[in-house]
């Protein structure tokens, strides 16, 4: 035998798996120079904007990159938490929270969890390679989208592949490709709102406002409303909510196109001119608090809703690292490494 092939045993090693929480990215700090750098990466994946790059170039580069990263770093830093960015801070605890969970119920396994970001740092790539650097194979690579769409998953998908080309022995990596309709997603969305409405007491109204995409994309066949319809009509049959109660809406859009309607924008405004006397906003395809829920919606939207006439506006946070979202999140990882 070759000494170069392995020896007797070596297979038996105990495998070693990981998870990869992937979010989408967030600026360094909040000061326009960081702001511009993290647009510009984000802005130019052809999944994210479609538009031909002969058009979309001097657009980005001639507008945009010149006008937006001093409007938003303002945005953001009416929302920075000392130690950083919300979103990276509470995806760093979500990642904490989960390898105690994994590490606590199988003490005999090794699995490891670390977190990426599709735009900024730490890239998915590198943390792909550290990971098969210390040895691990099975990966169960968990994009926190619970509503699939090829402008925010399908990126982490392109990422994983891009990698793989380049590798010669690629690692066991398995990709959640959505969770919009998993009873322990429902469930820990609608334990959240009855838990805020038993400290803070029930709105007339609950608007489950959505992460909107153009809607061309759904045209293209982009499943994503679908997936937003689906887990909003799940919510709202978990805690028993009437026709009436409740709503469902797009926030985020960006530039003239039309975007997926209705806006959450238009729908404050009028449910304001109504004169609701009370309403709540859940966030349900954002797994971290971030700037699209702590400025525009619990600052911008709450806002017009009350400029418009309405009265009591209360934004019920992600599910971040609470109990329940943990406990989904275990679930996925054990079913994707099977554990
Ligand atoms: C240009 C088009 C955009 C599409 C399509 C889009 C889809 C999309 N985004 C998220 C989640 C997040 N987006 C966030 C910020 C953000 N999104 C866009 C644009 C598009 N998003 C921009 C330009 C920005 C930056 C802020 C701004 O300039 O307004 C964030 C927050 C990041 C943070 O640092 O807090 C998240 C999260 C989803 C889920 C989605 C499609 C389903
Ligand atoms: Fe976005
Ligand atoms: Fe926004």
Known sequence: MSASLPVAGESQQAKKRAVLLVNLGTPETAEPKSVRKFLAEFLSDRRVVEIPRLIWWPILHGIILTTRPKAVAKAYQSIWWEEGSPLRVITERQRNALQKTLSKRFP????TVEYAMSYGDPGIAQQIKDLQAQGVDHIAVLPLYP???ATT????????????QQQRDIADARVCKYYFDRPSYIKALAHS???YRLEHGSAERLLMSFHGIPKRCVDLGDPYYQHCVATAEALAGELGLEKEQWGISFQSRLGKAEWL????SDI???WGREK?????VICPAFAADCLETLEEISEEIREEFQEAGGGDFSYIPCLNDSAMHIECLAELSEELLGL
């Open 193 to 195: 709102v009855r838990e």
């Open 108 to 111: 005999n396994e090794h699995v």
């Open 276 to 280: 609701l006397s009370s309403l709540d």
């Open 261 to 264: 309607k209705p806006y959450t």
């Open 147 to 149: 509503q699939y769409s």
């Open 268 to 270: 404050v405004q009028e």
């Open 153 to 164: 998953t399908a990126v982490v998908y392109d990422q994983l592949a891009e990698l793989q």
